[in-house]
């Protein structure tokens, strides 16, 4: 449970999770280097600007990957908190410079929420940002089960769905998810510049939707890219191909239609119909990349009473017994309980059972939060 919360860094997601925080009743805590930042903030109510009198239960560098190291290793040195994450949207580089510096790395686990919005800083900060959006955490070896615990609680007061990765898988999908778009984004946008003077005038949704997301902030952005780079330049690399075979095709078909080949439109239509099986693997009703419907298979003592007891702990959730199935362990002399629930509520759920004391992870898709893979040490 959290009842004290520090923020380092008050920007779009810093801002946001302290306005989710402190609308639940933690007490939040505001640092920033730039104070305009800081009291535009406290102004939104997000927390009290300045450090907290004593060390808190969780602190969140909202900081840029090539930072976090560095600022948990100062303040943990200054025992801002008894806890630590951070939100940065690279993991691997972190977590290394963090194993190698940092003085307690036990206390610290890596987070990214997989959320936000095309305007940055704290005026761009919403309560609700992370509603339903999953929220990645990457444990690193050393990381005990308190940092976790108090990581999951986080998530639960945002309304996240936790997932729990290692920081390499992490950093792999992001780079095919996240930052390669945005480079293809800006890459697009930045033709833009030299394009025939009546271009801007015949701009519609299409050119919208594929530039959207290239007004990130470059300074943030040249960052991300740098400490995930090799993935990045693994996607694009694998893109550079597509994109060659594409043009090689392109240019045949606007040479003489007598000397065409037959393969240079059937290269077109296979690049189309590959891009329209892509997308069907991100439906238009998922949230923040996961399933609507998902289940959560909850391991429990063969017991009389047993099973009563899990769906009381759960009715609030929206839980019944027509939402349960029930099979024998193969794995041992319990129950696996499975139950099927909407994605939004299948993270609350798996943060409740696990802290009733079952053991339980998330079925479906490669991104699972496991019970027990959340009490092992990598």
């Not at 900081?63 to 949207?89: E, H, K, N």
């Not at 392109?250 to 590959?274: E, I, K, N, W, Y």
């Not at 802290?355 to 959340?374: C, H, I, M, N, V």
């Given at each position: 449970?959290?009842?004290t ?7 779009l ?11 639940q ?14 009291r535009t ?26 930072q ?24 691997s ?22 959320a936000?919005r095309?305007r940055s800083?704290?005026l761009?900060?919403r ?16 990381t005990?089960r ?30 095919l ?31 919208r939707d ?24 693994g ?21 003489p ?96 059972v ?9 079925e ?5 939060l496991t ?8």
């Amino acid at each position: 449970m959290i009842r004290t919360l520090a923020v380092v860094g008050t920007g779009l997601i810093g801002t946001s999770l302290a306005l989710a925080a402190a609308r639940q009743g933690v007490t939040v805590y505001l640092q920033d280097r730039d104070a305009a930042a800081v009291r535009t903030a406290a102004a939104l109510g997000a927390g009290i600007p300045g450090p907290p009198p004593g060390p808190v239960d969780l602190a969140v560098l909202a900081v840029p990957p090539s930072q976090v190291a560095a600022v948990l290793a100062q303040q943990q040195t200054r025992g801002l908190a008894r806890t630590y994450t951070d939100v940065a949207s690279v993991k691997s580089e972190p977590e290394q410079a963090v194993l190698a510096g940092a003085p307690d790395p036990t206390r610290y686990i890596g987070g990214h929420p997989l959320a936000g919005r095309e305007r940055s800083g704290p005026l761009a900060a919403r309560a609700d940002l992370f509603q339903d959006r999953a929220w990645v955490l990457t444990p690193s070896r050393l990381t005990s089960r308190t940092a976790l615990d108090r990581a999951l609680s986080l998530i639960a007061l945002c309304g996240a769905v936790p997932v729990v990765m290692r920081s390499k898988a992490h950093d792999d999908a992001v780079a095919l998810t996240s930052h390669v778009p945005h480079v293809v984004a800006s890459l697009m946008a930045a033709r833009l510049r030299n394009g025939p003077p009546q271009a801007p005038r015949l701009a519609g949704q299409g050119l919208r939707d594929v530039t959207r997301i290239a007004g990130g902030d470059s300074r943030l952005w040249s960052d991300i890219l740098q400490a995930n780079a090799g993935a990045v330049a693994g996607v694009l690399t694998d893109l550079q191909a597509d994109l060659g075979e594409l043009v090689t095709a392109l240019r045949d078909l606007a040479g003489p239609a007598h000397r065409r080949s037959p393969q240079s439109l059937r290269t077109v239509v296979d690049l189309l119909d590959r891009g329209i099986a892509g997308l069907d693997e991100v439906s238009a009703d998922r949230a923040g990349g996961l399933p609507r419907s998902a289940s959560v298979r909850v391991r429990i003592a063969d017991r009389p009473g047993e099973l009563a007891r899990l769906l009381d702990a759960t009715a609030d959730l929206g839980v019944g017994p027509e939402d349960a199935e029930v099979r024998p362990d193969a794995e041992a002399s319990d129950l696996s309980v499975r139950l099927a629930v909407p994605a939004a509520v299948a993270g609350r759920l798996l943060v409740r059972v696990t802290a009733e004391g079952w053991d339980a992870d998330r079925e479906g898709g490669d991104l699972a939060l496991t019970g027990q893979e959340a009490g092992r040490r990598p």
